[in-house]
């Protein structure tokens, strides 16, 4: 029966089911399995939504928030293309987390500590940083309302929306949308209920991942994040990244601060050139194979 290779990994338990549609032995297999590997994934040359949305499935399926496609790079300078699918099947832009995942992968199988990772926003830096985390060159943070996108004009710093005790949050681009409310306790707020109405909310036709951070210090602020096609989940990385950009936008943090999210923390920084580098941790938790019956 035919089968497909996969590696389940996280980055601060926002977990992926990585699948390597480039026609080799696939990420995480080891020597013996290639020409298996090789046989099964290289007759896989995409999922639809509904496979995605079956592998991502924690009862059913792996688990995972989501599922993660390598495919042979288009750009020169790029070593492995990514794509991205959500756990409700759906095709998103960018994955900080998953990003660290997939350069881990690829420094693993190149034996280099620097690699391009290309995705439809653009060419990822990645390296291995001296402790063993992976930073990674996340691009430029955008902040016009057309970038966000937003639905009308308006001063991306105060968009200007409220939901129960959420109010006035920060619109960033990092790649996807990101709408951060600032609050007391983020502890406080109830993710879970308010999350879904305001990333399907009218003024982001695109929808948006919502997040609530408190400032601790200019150096340290707590986030949560609720997820856009995914719902809650322990960190997000580009969350953690727009966070820290709308927060020194508001001058609230320093251009470089620790953001602790629910499942660990991460490095942020953004760039004097616009860019924001985000360092962390990606960890593998296992690999194995797909029966095809998952696949339909």
Not at 42 to 68: E, Y
Not at 163 to 170: A, F, K, Q, T
Not at 226 to 246: D, K, Q
Request: aromatic letters at 4%; charged letters at 25%; hydrophobic letters at 45%.
């Amino acid at each position: 029966m035919q089968t497909t290779a996969f590696t389940k990994m996280h980055g601060l338990g926002n977990d992926f089911a990585v699948i390597d549609l480039r026609g080799g032995a696939g990420v995480g297999a080891s020597a013996k399995d290639a020409a298996g590997a090789a046989g099964a994934n290289g007759a896989l040359a995409d999922i639809t939504d509904a496979q995605a949305k079956a592998i991502a499935d924690r009862r059913t399926g792996v688990g995972c928030d989501q599922v993660i496609l390598l495919e042979r790079p288009r750009a020169k300078l790029a070593d492995v293309y990514m794509r991205i699918r959500n756990a409700d099947g759906s095709e998103v832009e960018a994955c900080g987390n998953g990003a660290r995942c997939v350069a881990a992968l690829v420094m693993a199988e190149t034996g280099r500590n620097h690699v391009v990772i290309e995705s439809v926003v653009g060419l990822l830096d990645a390296e291995a940083a001296p402790d063993g985390r992976i930073s990674v060159d996340m691009g430029e943070a955008r902040l016009d309302w057309r970038e966000i996108p937003v639905a009308k004009p308006l001063d991306t710093l105060h968009l200007g929306i409220e939901l129960g005790p959420l109010s006035d949050p920060v619109g960033v681009n990092i790649g996807n949308p990101h709408a951060v409310f600032f609050v007391p306790d983020a502890e406080a707020i109830d993710v879970a209920a308010l999350g879904p109405v305001l990333e399907r909310h009218p003024l982001f036709p695109e929808k948006a991942n919502i997040e609530v951070a408190t400032v601790l210090s200019p150096t340290l602020i707590r986030m949560r994040v609720w997820e856009r096609g995914v719902g809650i989940t322990r960190a997000c990385g580009t969350g953690a990244c727009a966070t820290l950009v709308a927060a020194h936008r508001r001058k609230l943090a320093a251009r470089k601060a620790t953001v602790r999210l629910d499942g660990g923390e991460l490095e942020i920084e953004w760039l004097p050139d616009g860019h924001v580098r985000m360092t962390g941790p990606a960890t593998t938790s296992f690999t194995g194979r797909l029966d095809a019956s998952l696949l339909g």
